[in-house]
């Protein structure tokens, strides 16, 4: 029997649960993941593909739902050292081009990941196109969701369809990196109130990405993180890292630094799967 959503309940673990297998199944290709979702979630789902960024498109007579695929398969997972460690010094903007004057309404001073922003652009056409569609047969509530860079797509888009009058039901994100400094994380809290859920495993280091350096790191995140497995104790960006690199040079991420990091990331991959999602979900 497929798994339902729940309308009226706000951060309901079956909602996580029943998203989380959404998260999982938007690595599946078409062939795959259309029959999965209709089987498992009772949604047909189409996948839209623009470059390197994808999501599907799923609903039914009763919800809509986007799930963003991340890059987690141990072929793409290098990808994100770039755009997490190594670049991150100089991706943290005032978007620009066509979705700038939507992410600028975030206030004075909201600066976003220039990946992250790029990514969502890149697919959001087609993706709104699809949702307005199913919006003007039918109006349900609309859902986001994704795991790893999907998760930070979610958020985005989350704000994207705000800003055209499409509104947003709940978002749900599992192992997802920070997609902005704090004046943005402000404005999403602001916006989404209690519509946002951020679940983190405590030892899975993507959510501990990006950062500008060892010694300032501007990036923040949005609320409501919802922790699983068993506490860590809270810790900033700058210890997780210097932990992971086994010291600080000057407090710079210089390159020794980031290697050692990325792999103290590797070492803790297991922890960033949807498989431990799923799983920590469900003892949940």
């Not at 056409?125 to 790893?148: I, M």
């Not at 409501?224 to 991420?253: D, S």
Request: proline letters at 5%; hydrophobic letters at 40%; aromatic letters at 10%.
């Amino acid at each position: 029997m497929p798994m339902e959503l729940y309308e009226d309940a706000m951060g309901d673990p079956r909602n996580a649960r029943a998203l989380a297998v959404a998260s999982d199944l938007a690595y599946c290709p078409q062939a795959e993941g259309g029959p999965a979702y209709k089987e498992q979630l009772g949604l047909e789902a189409t996948l839209f593909s623009v470059g390197n960024t994808q999501a599907y498109v799923g609903q039914n007579d009763n919800h809509i739902v986007v799930a963003f695929r991340g890059t987690e398969s141990p072929t793409t997972i290098d990808g994100l050292k770039d755009w997490l460690l190594t670049n991150a010094a100089n991706l943290l903007i005032v978007p620009e081009g066509r979705m700038g004057t939507h992410f600028a309404a975030a206030g004075v001073g909201a600066r976003f990941h220039q990946g992250f922003v790029t990514a969502i652009t890149d697919i959001w056409d087609p993706v709104f196109q699809a949702v307005d569609a199913e919006r003007k047969k039918n109006d349900r509530p609309l859902w986001l969701t994704g795991h790893s860079l999907g998760g930070a797509l979610a958020k985005l888009a989350a704000w994207l369809f705000n800003r055209n009058f499409v509104p947003v039901h709940q978002i749900y994100t599992y192992g997802g990196p920070m997609i902005g400094n704090d004046e943005a994380a402000q404005a999403f809290n602001k916006a989404f109130g209690n519509k946002l859920f951020r679940y983190v495993d405590t030892i899975d280091p993507i959510p501990k990405l990006p950062t500008v350096s060892l010694a300032s790191n501007d990036y923040t995140h949005c609320d409501k993180e919802v922790g699983l497995g068993e506490a860590q104790g809270t810790t900033t960006a700058l210890e997780f890292l210097k932990g992971l690199a086994g010291g600080v040079a000057g407090g710079v991420l210089h390159a020794t630094l980031i290697n050692d990091i990325w792999k103290g990331v590797m070492g803790r991959l297991d922890a960033h799967s949807m498989t431990n999602y799923r799983s920590r979900i469900d003892k949940a």
